[in-house]
DNA sequence: AAGTGGTCTAGACCACTGG
DNA sequence: CAGTGGTCTAGACCACTTA
């Protein structure tokens, strides 16, 4: 996939100030000679960068970069859970465990029977011996054999990559603010007068299935969420 | 623009069920042929579609529609800091309306000196009579000139495109959770207790001019993001 | 008027799915 | 193996900016 690496290209650039915020680039076609590609390619690269809101094209005008060097490390976001925060120092505490049946909502998203078994999975997330966040993950377990508490302490996402072999490819999700019940109070340490930022997200494989149906509760001082909207 | 003749048309056929959930659609070459435009241009606009969340591109065996019908209505957003619910029966009550400096990371995000003059705005967007924003907005005077009480109480937007006949291209955001100051919780007639979705936003035009950063805080029953992330 | 990005095309070739 | 989507190309033409 050429249009991939003029993308790395140009990433690269703006990384090491080569390409410096808020000046021009170079022109179509000076990059498609440059790296050997077609102009289309090109452009192709510059549909994903200004998508992402790393660079503005101005047309008739040019190519301009639109964000900072130290902006640039976040990269282009992968769906996931918590591509959020570092994930480093991140500790996962496995609280419920078991094979059963979705709620409606659940099942509904993952497009599935009420009778289909799925795993149910109840995580704490531990930042700097801080909970968090409070998971609440449904999964099909036909679509995804072999979950084990091990797995759950780890990453999901690693197993599905790299022992299931299977490509994750979207998400579609909904972020508001809700008011912890009395198990999360217990579970984050919180009162009644805290609030959570909550996520609940359906996640896709590249074949078109959901696999995961999730609710996420972060407490605020550690949840923002960032993006960029570009119109059409 | 014939690409966007090409997403209108499977916008329309998901809509009316002419192309129903779960199910496959026309291929690349029967949507060209039916639609007299080349193959390339469909792609690029299944390219939107699927970026946009509503069909799944599978490579060797088709396209697929991944959203219902009932879910279509809501287009591609547009940036713009209240298309996130009805806005017909929104109102605006303007408390606050002066030209004078933008505090730091407003002048930054603006790419202005903190000498430039700025419009500062403060609103209440009130819904049923009950108030669920207060937005403060800095927009720089020479960017959007001649902005008055009487617009402000309209929509900024519709000014900026129908008057000023200028394009908006795209912005970035930050949502956060976070708590009332006094002011604030007595505009929205809250309590200490209650908090707020934030969101900071700066908006860009299509020459790359920011003209206006925000910041909007919406009480949370009123309150939900939703989006789609597509792996690049 | 020259330069630059945006759209569109026809066609080649590759990668993958599914019978 | 046939069908389908994904990538890539060279080149035409248009729209816009800038001088």
Same mark, same amino acid.
């Given at each position: 996939?050429?249009?991939?690496?003029?993308?790395?290209?140009i &990433?690269?650039?703006i990384? $090491?100030?080569?390409?410096?915020?808020?000046?021009k680039?170079?022109?179509i076609?000076?990059?498609?000679?440059?790296?050997?590609?077609?102009?289309? $390619?090109?452009?192709k690269?510059? +549909?994903?960068?200004?998508?992402?809101?790393?660079?503005?094209?101005r &047309?008739g005008?040019? #190519?301009?970069?639109?964000?900072? !060097?130290?902006?640039?490390?976040? *990269? #282009?976001?992968?769906?996931?859970?918590?591509s959020? %925060?570092?994930?480093? @120092?991140?500790? $996962?505490?496995?609280?419920?465990?078991?094979?059963?049946?979705?709620?409606?909502?659940?099942?509904?998203?993952?497009?599935?029977?009420?009778? +289909? %078994? =799925?795993?149910?999975? @109840?995580?704490?997330?531990?930042?700097?011996? *801080?909970?968090?966040?409070?998971?609440? =993950?449904?999964?099909?377990?036909?679509?995804i054999?072999?979950? !084990?508490?091990?797995?759950?302490?780890?990453?999901?996402?690693?197993?599905? *990559?790299?022992?299931l072999k299977?490509?994750?490819?979207?998400?579609?999700?909904?972020? !508001?603010?809700?008011?912890?019940?009395?198990?999360?109070?217990?579970?984050?340490?919180?009162? !009644?007068?805290d609030?959570?930022m909550?996520?609940?997200? $359906?996640?896709?494989?590249d +074949?078109?299935?959901?696999?995961?149906?999730?609710?996420?509760?972060?407490?605020?001082?550690?949840?923002?969420?960032?993006?960029?909207?570009?119109d059409?």
């Open positions: 996939m050429k249009y991939m690496k003029v993308v790395e290209h &990433q690269n650039g990384e $090491t100030g080569k390409y410096a915020y808020g000046k680039m170079p022109t076609n000076n990059l498609a000679d440059q790296l050997q590609v077609s102009a289309m $390619t090109v452009k690269a510059l +549909d994903i960068l200004s998508k992402s809101g790393m660079i503005e094209r &047309q005008s040019g #190519i301009y970069v639109k964000m900072n !060097t130290n902006q640039v490390k976040k *990269r #282009i976001p992968l769906s996931g859970n918590s959020r %925060f570092p994930r480093e @120092e991140l500790q $996962t505490k496995v609280i419920h465990f078991e094979v059963g049946h979705a709620p409606k909502e659940a099942a509904s998203k993952l497009q599935i029977s009420s009778e +289909d %078994f =799925v795993y149910i999975i @109840e995580r704490i997330r531990i930042l700097k011996q *801080r909970p968090i966040i409070i998971e609440y =993950v449904y999964m099909p377990i036909n679509v054999p072999g979950l !084990t508490k091990n797995i759950l302490e780890d990453s999901i996402y690693k197993y599905i *990559r790299q022992v299977k490509k994750i490819s979207s998400s579609d999700f909904i972020i !508001t603010g809700v008011r912890p019940n009395s198990d999360e109070q217990q579970y984050l340490k919180l009162s !009644t007068n609030f959570l909550q996520i609940i997200q $359906t996640v896709y494989l +074949d078109g299935t959901a696999f995961e149906y999730s609710i996420d509760k972060h407490i605020p001082e550690e949840f923002e969420y960032r993006s960029v909207e570009t059409i």
